[in-house]
């Protein structure tokens, strides 16, 4: 069997308190990364955030003005069929005059026509009334 000695116990004792103050500045080395790492990550996800909050403002501004400009077309559109929505009840009416009108035109032309033609049949019988 082994003896183990005081030299050997405390050999082992400063062995582990040299691992463990390695362990603690691997440790303390480690939290420092990491808290670099974090900062670096809230700084980027602090600008992506503005970023986006501007691009959104734009955005929402762009959408206000396609808005107003919707509800002012919409506005000349509804002030357009009010005035004509007087007129709707007068084209029945417009309608049968053009109708009438019509009529009117082509009994014109055919009594154009006949006095052109009994003008015309007049000059080849010679001017006069005698039949």
Do not use: C, Y
């Not at 503005?50 to 734009?58: C, P, S, V």
């Not at 107003?68 to 919409?74: G, L, N, S």
């Not at 084209?91 to 014109?108: H, M």
């Amino acid at each position: 069997m082994t003896t183990v000695t005081s030299n050997d116990i405390q050999e082992l004792k400063d062995l582990l308190s040299a691992m463990r103050e390695e362990t603690r500045e691997q440790i303390s080395s480690l939290r420092e990364e990491t808290r670099k790492q974090i900062d670096t990550l809230k700084e980027d996800n602090r600008k992506q955030l503005e970023t986006l909050r501007e691009e959104n403002n734009k955005q929402f501004i762009n959408l206000h003005k396609e808005i107003t400009e919707v509800k002012i077309i919409t506005a000349k559109i509804e002030v357009t069929i009010q005035s004509q929505a007087v007129l709707t009840p007068k084209i029945p009416d417009l309608i049968e005059k053009v109708g009438e009108l019509k009529n009117w035109k082509q009994i014109a032309i055919v009594a154009i026509t006949a006095f052109t033609s009994a003008t015309i049949t007049w000059f080849i019988r010679g001017g006069n009334l005698k039949p």
